[in-house]
């Protein structure tokens, strides 16, 4: 079966970094994405990362993926107050299939 | 490049009465998914569109809800008679391979 888990609720200082966790269970997986939401707003597509690969890292943004454990991370460097809001993990099996979401990660950055 | 757009941002309405949203995806896009987010979760698929074809509706409440997409670019999610617990925010996605972007989706409060 299929079904993403995070833990709902991260504090950070302002300037530390930020790790959100995050397990899958389909293997199949193909591609796993990190979204964020603000208040009243849709979903932004932060990164997205390759079965295949082991890191990416975007600026501020490293994810890591331990294929063997399923298991999925976000780091955000130098959290800003900025960076407070929802964090979704997501897997889809192929690039045909839907996203399977997590319940959402909140990150509450305080200066 | 212009985003995945949706309206309306909001509507109130009355149980038992009927709704429609709608969604223009980002152009070139062939996959597009309408979501459900019930406050406090993570997005749940509604359906899954193709071009103009259903690849998944294996979660879409058949019936009150249904969904169309017609010449395969805009969509429309329409839900008669809505019921209380359909007040939710329902998100439009589209897709090109890896990279899936949503709308700012359609507050929906059912009273």
């Known amino acids: 079966g299929e079904d993403v888990e995070q833990s709902l609720f991260l504090s950070v200082r302002e300037g530390d970094s930020s790790v959100i966790n995050c397990t899958y269970t389909?293997?199949?997986?193909?591609?796993l994405y990190w979204y964020k939401q603000e208040p009243g707003a849709g979903l932004q597509l932060l990164t997205y990362i390759f079965s295949n690969m082991d890191m990416k890292q975007d600026q501020r943004l490293t994810v890591l993926l331990n294929k063997k454990d399923k298991h999925l991370s976000l780091r955000i460097a130098d959290t800003q107050t900025g960076d407070s809001a929802i964090y979704f993990c997501a897997e889809s099996i192929t690039a045909g299939t839907a996203l399977i979401f997590g319940k959402g990660t909140t990150l509450s950055v305080s200066s | 490049e212009a985003g995945v757009a949706q309206s309306p941002r909001y509507k109130i309405i009355e149980k038992r009465q009927s709704v429609a949203f709608w969604c223009n995806p980002i152009s070139g896009h062939a996959t597009l998914y309408w979501y459900q987010q019930i406050l406090g979760q993570g997005p749940k698929l509604l359906i899954q569109f193709q071009n103009n074809g259903v690849v998944d509706d294996s979660q879409l409440p058949k019936d009150r809800f249904s969904a169309e997409r017609l010449k395969g670019v805009d969509s429309t999610l329409k839900i008669q008679p809505a019921k209380l617990e359909d007040s939710a925010v329902y998100l439009c996605?589209?897709?090109?391979?890896?990279?899936?972007?949503f709308g700012q989706g359609t507050r929906l409060t059912v009273v």
């Open positions: 996605a589209s897709r090109a391979v890896g990279q899936a972007f």
């Open positions: 389909d293997s199949s997986s193909t591609y």
